[in-house]
């Protein structure tokens, strides 16, 4: 399982996924350009030690990320233009739960390229939760479908 995150705009964003990652055992790829310097003080303060915990990769672009990928891996992106509830989906250990830029999302190109979308059930006329959260909560529910928190079947205790 992996995190994935569309060229980030919001820094404390991409720190809660860096240490989401790292306390999950789950590498997160950060789709470049960023909206800001990776050396933000606010990154830096929501990854807080964490950082070192993780396990990071960057990539300069979609292309490069998209070539990169582990062969037999699907993207299963998160986009509230979905049809398909992450409740109702059989994730898979090598899924790479993708999430787009805060403000805009992913290009249509990106949308296309996914092998599944999904989306976060909510009540109207709410519109959208923060990725951070949301990738929590996809990721939450693919780990145990998985089994893939650390310690296995011993977390279900």
């Given at each position: 399982?992996?995190?994935a995150?569309?060229?980030?705009?919001?820094?404390?964003?991409?720190?809660t996924?860096?240490?989401?990652?790292?306390?999950?055992?789950?590498?997160?790829?950060?789709?470049?350009?960023?909206?800001?310097?990776?050396?933000?003080?606010?990154?830096?303060?929501a990854?807080?030690?964490?950082?070192?915990?993780?396990?990071?990769?960057?990539?300069?672009?979609?292309?490069?990320?998209?070539?990169?990928?582990?062969?037999?891996?699907?993207?299963?992106?998160?986009?509230?233009?979905?049809?398909?509830?992450?409740?109702?989906?059989?994730?898979?250990?090598?899924?790479?739960?993708?999430?787009?830029?805060?403000?805009?999302?992913?290009?249509?190109?990106?949308?296309?390229?996914?092998?599944?979308?999904?989306?976060?059930?909510?009540?109207?006329?709410?519109?959208?939760?923060?990725?951070?959260?949301?990738?929590?909560?996809?990721?939450?529910?693919?780990?145990?479908?998985?089994?893939?928190?650390?310690?296995?079947?011993?977390?279900?205790?």
């Open positions: 399982m992996r995190l995150l569309y060229e980030p705009d919001i820094p404390p964003n991409l720190g996924l860096i240490r989401l990652g790292a306390c999950l055992g789950v590498p997160l790829d950060v789709i470049e350009p960023c909206g800001f310097p990776w050396d933000d003080r606010d990154l830096k303060r990854a807080m030690d964490y950082g070192a915990l993780g396990e990071v990769r960057r990539h300069n672009c979609w292309e490069s990320f998209a070539t990169s990928r582990p062969s037999g891996s699907r993207i299963v992106l998160l986009t509230t233009k979905a049809a398909e509830p992450f409740t109702r989906f059989a994730f898979r250990p090598s899924d790479i739960l993708l999430l787009g830029r805060e403000s805009t999302g992913v290009p249509a190109a990106v949308h296309e390229a996914a092998d599944a979308r999904l989306l976060v059930p909510m009540r109207p006329p709410a519109r959208s939760l923060n990725v951070a959260l949301a990738a929590a909560m996809v990721l939450s529910e693919a780990l145990r479908q998985t089994n893939g928190f650390p310690g296995g079947a011993a977390a279900d205790r």
